[in-house]
């Protein structure tokens, strides 16, 4: 019996090491937010640069994907500012790998798609396919190097989705754009916030426990 | 038969292995934050910092950030070193149970 007891203490001992180290070394679900948030300005922009809008400022269609992309951009820098105004997390070596690889992607897609843009060749199954391939780049670096599978499988997602718009039609290639977002960006951003919840949670009580 | 380890004391402490738990994953953490993840109260904390820092495990610093105090922990090799050997002391026993079971 005793000796039982102290088993299930030590068993506890090394659950609350591990739970407190996957704690130090959280990233992504700290950042689920900023998911769904893009996935949400993705939907804003194709909705408004397609002509959904009316109006003054929406029927300006041109100014869609600058505007919305600048403002989210925007919004995400002001949010995740308030959101170290309380305890700042510390910084992990896998933490600054994320945010390399995130940071990579948006500018390689800012240095690719302005010029695609400006220069007048921005066809629109290309520049999806552009934007998914890199997304689904980013998704799967960062899925193997924390080993979360469910962000690997948005990264075939969006790779497929990718491959596909360069196929169908002007109308099929933005179909699969909006599918991709809703499981990529909608579905997994909600996802990585209920991981997040639940191991906050978890690791409050194994603490104090 | 095989002797059993010894736990470390220093760390046996449910408060004192989660702040080396964490500590392990970080460059460094303010004490805000690892207050924050064990939901421990500030003198508690303090109290069980100063022994892990006593014993060598933790090392700490304190800056000013616009201002405002700041103080900074961060796990030594010392510290390091006895977290490995208390969770392979820990696997032994649990290893040792398991047989004997």
Same mark, same amino acid.
């Given at each position: 019996?005793?000796?039982?007891?102290?088993?299930?203490?030590?068993?506890?001992?090394?659950?609350?090491?591990?739970?407190?180290?996957?704690?130090?070394?959280?990233?992504?679900?700290?950042?689920?937010?900023?998911?769904?948030?893009?996935?949400?300005?993705?939907?804003?922009?194709?909705?408004?640069?397609?002509?959904? !809008?009316?109006?003054?400022?929406?029927?300006?269609?041109?100014?869609?994907?600058?505007?919305?992309?600048?403002?989210?951009?925007?919004?995400?820098?002001?949010?995740?500012?308030?959101?170290?105004?309380?305890?700042?997390?510390?910084?992990?070596? #896998?933490?600054?790998?994320?945010?390399?690889?995130?940071?990579?992607?948006?500018?390689?897609?800012?240095?690719?798609? #302005?010029?695609?843009?400006?220069?007048?060749?921005?066809?629109?199954?290309?520049?999806?396919?552009?934007?998914?391939?890199?997304?689904?780049?980013?998704?799967?670096?960062?899925?193997?190097?924390?080993?979360?599978?469910?962000?690997?499988?948005?990264?075939?997602?969006?790779?497929?989705?990718?491959?596909?718009?360069?196929?169908?039609? #002007?109308?099929?290639?933005?179909?699969?754009?909006?599918?991709?977002? !809703? !499981?990529?960006?909608?579905?997994?951003?909600?996802?990585?916030?209920?991981?997040?919840?639940?191991?906050?949670?978890? #690791?409050?009580?194994?603490?104090?426990? | 038969?095989?002797?059993?380890?010894?736990?470390?004391?220093?760390?046996?402490?449910?408060?004192?292995?989660?702040?080396?738990?964490?500590?392990?994953?970080?460059?460094?953490?303010?004490?805000?934050?690892?207050?924050? $993840?064990?939901?421990?109260?500030?003198?508690?904390?303090?109290?069980?910092?100063? $022994?892990?820092?006593?014993?060598?495990?933790?090392?700490?610093?304190?800056?000013?950030?616009?201002?405002?105090?700041?103080?900074?922990?961060?796990?030594?090799?010392?510290?390091?070193?006895?977290?490995?050997?208390?969770?392979?002391?820990?696997?032994?026993?649990?290893?040792?149970?398991?047989?004997?079971?």
């Amino acid at each position: 019996m005793e000796s039982n007891v102290k088993d299930t203490e030590l068993t506890e001992r090394l659950e609350l090491i591990a739970n407190m180290m996957a704690e130090g070394r959280r990233s992504t679900t700290r950042w689920a937010w900023t998911i769904v948030l893009w996935g949400v300005a993705f939907y804003v922009a194709i909705a408004w640069s397609s002509g959904m !809008f009316g109006g003054p400022i929406w029927g300006q269609h041109y100014m869609a994907w600058p505007v919305t992309m600048i403002g989210t951009w925007l919004l995400t820098w002001t949010l995740a500012g308030r959101m170290h105004k309380g305890a700042k997390a510390p910084k992990t070596t #896998v933490g600054r790998a994320i945010m390399s690889i995130w940071t990579a992607m948006g500018i390689s897609m800012f240095a690719l798609l #302005v010029p695609l843009g400006l220069g007048g060749r921005a066809d629109q199954q290309v520049c999806v396919a552009v934007i998914a391939t890199l997304l689904g780049t980013a998704n799967a670096a960062s899925g193997i190097l924390i080993k979360w599978k469910a962000q690997f499988a948005c990264a075939v997602v969006w790779w497929l989705a990718g491959a596909a718009s360069l196929f169908g039609s #002007v109308t099929q290639s933005l179909i699969a754009f909006l599918v991709a977002i !809703f !499981f990529c960006q909608i579905v997994f951003g909600i996802y990585a916030m209920i991981c997040e919840s639940r191991r906050r949670r978890q #690791v409050q009580g194994a603490a104090n426990a | 038969m095989p002797e059993l380890p010894e736990l470390n004391p220093v760390i046996h402490g449910k408060l004192r292995l989660a702040l080396l738990s964490l500590l392990s994953g970080v460059d460094e953490a303010e004490f805000t934050w690892l207050r924050e $993840k064990t939901g421990s109260t500030d003198g508690n904390l303090g109290a069980q910092l100063m $022994k892990l820092e006593e014993a060598g495990y933790v090392a700490m610093k304190k800056r000013f950030v616009l201002r405002k105090p700041q103080t900074l922990y961060r796990m030594t090799e010392k510290g390091r070193a006895a977290l490995s050997e208390y969770v392979e002391a820990l696997k032994q026993l649990l290893g040792n149970a398991v047989i004997s079971g």
